[in-house]
């Protein structure tokens, strides 16, 4: 009776989980909610930031990298539009740093705050290089990847028990999760995003890249 209680609530949760990717149409299915992620990715973003300041605006490299961001998230907001998905970016507050950091390393979190690692720009070499990384960055957040990860994650790595309890009863776990899915502090690379996830990426992200 009680597992029976149990799915007449959680079903609807399901059920209202399961969207479509853009571009790819994948069915994709989510056990954590979308306001969390974000609220999460927040304050994630603002710890980083007051760790790792910007480097200046007046940088040409930073330069480099809002001019790249920019036609990117134009691309992007375009192609979301003009397709249906305008939903899943309505909450983004789009901003773009470039962090004096040594690592090769770009990452993009749910909300559209971009930060590029000043190590990468030796790799990408120049605009064109620049927008790859970018735009395969946004791509995972456009199709939240993280919140498909981070769910099987919480799971795994807490026994099991529910997310709910998951969120509220191991918050610094949780936060812990977060960090190290989107490639972020002292867990960076622990739970890479699956060959699925790269492959989808890469997909979308060649996708805003020929309209950007």
Known sequence: MKKRILLFLILPVIIASCSKVPVTGRKQFRMLPESM??????????????????????????????????????????YLRKHGFSKRIKDFNWQFNLVENSTVNAWCMPGGRIVVYSG????TENE????????????HAVARHGNERMSQQVALALGGISLAVALQDHPEETQAIFLSV???GGG?????????????????????????
């Not at 200046?56 to 330069?63: C, E, L």
């Not at 064109?128 to 791509?139: D, F, K, P, R, Y």
Request: aromatic content about 8%; overall charge negative.
């Open 188 to 212: 960076l690379g622990v739970l890479a995003y699956s060959r699925k996830h790269e492959y989808e990426a890469d997909k979308i992200g060649m996708v805003f890249i020929a309209l950007a």
């Open 128 to 139: 064109a290089g620049l927008a790859t990384v970018m735009s395969h960055e946004i791509a």
């Open 37 to 78: 992620i974000l609220g999460m990715s927040l304050t994630a973003y603002n710890d980083f930031m007051a760790s790792n300041p910007a480097v200046s605006s007046t940088d040409s490299r930073t330069q480099l990298v809002v001019n790249t961001g920019n036609r990117l998230k134009n691309a992007t907001v375009d």
């Open 182 to 184: 989107y490639g972020i």
């Open 120 to 123: 990468i720009l030796p790799y």
